[in-house]
């Protein structure tokens, strides 16, 4: 992938500015602030965007390029594989939310998704911002990259060995760990397979269990069937049938009793009455002959008052007649009650003769229904012998037994089918452990293996360009896993980069920066580097043989686009395309 031509609505301080490019070397020639940086930070803002977090200006590319009075800017970009041109519009707002994107295929006008969270660069170019800052891109702060080196490192053989540097393979690692500790973690008696262990265990009990069970049901079915045969089941019917006559006989028997108490009752009620009648208890009241004698007498000693008060005195003597009428009152009197008294007391009397009989009844009918309650416990008694009563008892037994052993069982099918299910999924999770355990390994192999083989290779690029650089002044490097370099001279010891001049230790990250784009190219392909001025701190022989390398670079099929303010560069590169800025 190469850049083909970009065009800058406003950036900075440029305005309606183009600029065609294309593949091998070229040189953006121009003076100090005629633009170049401006250049080289568009293209990583249209391929990465703007950062706009930072108060500092320095730090805080959306404020730092954003022209005097403006509240936008912008342009676009296109880029080319060779077979498809790519157009990436963009508008870059004060802040985030403002910026608008628009990718587009030119040759069918499709657009281009950029996943939400994603990047162009990383879409079309195939590396994330980090990467492209630590290889493609070289700033004029310098050649050595910014940040975290052991990061970059990790991103660099992730996209070396994978093809994409947001592949870990130590996140992967992590969640082999995570998975295979799903199915049989380091603990004891946890995860999905000893569950599923332990599961199986318990249903095999179970069926033993039920093995157990369904034998001795055999056995309690043949103990009910011996116990239940004809002769049997007769015995203890009739018994059956004497037990119930027993009980209705004692039901009867308390009935009876039962009215033999009521007439106690009415018996003693009855004597009471008797003794009333025969003058222990109030008299009855007289006849109506008795009645007559009382209001004649009332009547006459009246009419004998109201004569003597108003004819005569004489007529006062009818007092006398009264006392007589009197006197005939109170024997007649006697008599009725006498006669009252006779009759009460008979009737009362043959009342009680009836009580008395029906009493002895129901006390004799109780008493014979008692014997025959006595005969029928005998005979219950005699049939219901110690064997009888055993058997029955054993039957009931038995029975019990049975009904709960069928509880218990439970469905012997039902547990041979879950056991079945289980074993699957046992072998099915001892499967995915296999697997899992045979990645875990195979990656950690592949991780000492990639680690072994990526600094070597990266050590023995960059050795071969620091000796094409420095006339094998410098043949030995060694690189560390931060990046970190160190440099040995043709005599003495290895040394650290912060040893070294500014001009060497710029060599030296120019050289690990080449010899990462080519492993990198290895997966990816071709990709555009971007240099600005990186040759400023080297001395005309280094320059030179410099520029010879970056031409050599460019002519293996790279775009390289070096931005310079020297024109010796320009001269030295003889041959190679030179785009001035204006001004």
């Known amino acids: 992938m190469w850049i083909e031509s970009l065009h800058i609505d406003k950036f900075g301080k440029l305005r309606n500015f183009d600029l065609r490019l294309s593949e091998g070397m070229t040189v953006i020639l121009g003076r100090n602030e005629s633009g170049k940086t401006t250049v080289m930070a568009f293209l990583r803002a249209m391929l990465y965007g703007l950062n706009g977090k930072s108060a500092s200006i320095l730090q805080n590319d959306r404020k730092k390029y954003m022209p005097w009075g403006e509240t936008s800017m912008g342009g676009s970009l296109r880029l080319t594989d060779g077979s498809a041109v790519f ?213 006459v000693a009246a009419l004998s008052v109201a004569g003597g008060l108003l004819i005569h005195n004489a007529v006062y003597a009818g007092l006398i007649l009264t006392a007589g009428i009197a006197v005939l009152y109170m024997r007649q009197k006697d008599k009725c009650e006498a006669a009252m008294r006779s009759g009460n007391a008979a009737a009362l009397k043959d009342e009680l003769s009836a009580a008395q009989r029906e009493r002895a009844m129901y006390f004799e009918q109780a008493e014979r229904l008692g014997a025959h309650i006595a005969r029928l416990g005998e005979q219950i008694e005699y049939a219901a012998g110690p064997a009888q009563e055993d058997a029955q008892e054993r039957l009931l037994a038995a029975r019990v037994e049975m009904e709960t052993l069928l509880r218990q069982r439970g469905d012997p099918e039902a547990r041979r089918a879950r056991l079945t299910e289980l074993q699957a999924r046992e072998r099915a999770l001892q499967t995915r452990l296999d697997a899992l355990t045979m990645a875990q390994e195979e990656l950690m192999l592949a991780a000492r293996e ?83 001025d990186p040759f400023a701190l080297f001395d005309d022989e280094r320059t030179r043989a410099a520029l010879e390398l970056t031409r050599e670079f460019a002519q293996q099929g790279r775009q390289v686009l070096l931005f310079t303010c020297q024109e010796r560069n320009a001269q030295l590169l003889g041959g190679a395309r030179v785009t001035r800025m204006p001004g």
Not at 262 to 285: F, H, V
Not at 456 to 466: C, D, F, S, V
Not at 479 to 485: A, F, G, I, R
């Open 450 to 532: 990639r680690q072994g083989s990526f600094v070597p290779a990266l050590t023995g690029r960059m050795e071969g360009i620091l000796s094409h650089l420095t006339a094998g002044k410098y043949v030995k490097a060694a690189v560390n896993q931060s990046l970190e370099l160190s440099l040995q001279p043709e005599s003495g010891a290895m040394q650290p980069w912060d040893y070294f001049s500014g001009g060497t230790v710029e060599m030296m990250y120019l050289a690990l920066r080449f010899a990462l784009l080519q492993m990198m190219e290895k997966r990816s392909g071709p990709l555009p580097a971007l240099l600005d």
């Open 87 to 299: 157009e990436v519009a963009r508008v870059f707002g004060q802040t985030k939310k403002l910026d608008s994107l628009r990718v587009t295929e030119l040759a069918t006008g499709d657009p281009v998704e950029i996943p939400a969270g994603d990047e162009v660069g990383r879409v079309l170019l195939g590396v994330d911002e980090a990467v492209f800052a630590g290889t493609l891109y070289v700033s004029a702060r310098g050649s050595r990259p910014d940040g975290d080196g052991a990061a970059l490192t990790e991103k660099i053989k992730n996209l070396i060995g994978t093809g994409a540097e947001d592949v870990d393979l130590g996140k992967i690692m992590d969640r082999l760990r995570a998975a295979r500790s799903e199915v049989a973690p380091r603990v004891r008696d946890k995860g999905s397979l000893n569950d599923t262990r332990e599961e199986m265990a318990q249903v095999r009990r179970e069926l033993l269990e039920g093995e157990k069970a369904e034998a001795r049901l055999q056995a309690l079915r043949r103990e009910v069937e011996a116990l239940s045969t004809p002769a049997a089941r007769a015995d203890a019917g009739q018994t059956r049938s004497k037990m119930a006559e027993k009980e209705a006989a004692a039901a009867r028997r308390d009935a009876y009793l039962l009215k033999a108490g009521s007439l106690d009752g009415r018996i003693r009620e009855l004597k009471e009455e008797i003794g009333r009648a025969q003058g222990r208890g109030k008299p009855p009241r007289g006849s109506a002959l008795t009645v007559v004698y009382l209001v004649l007498a009332i009547l």
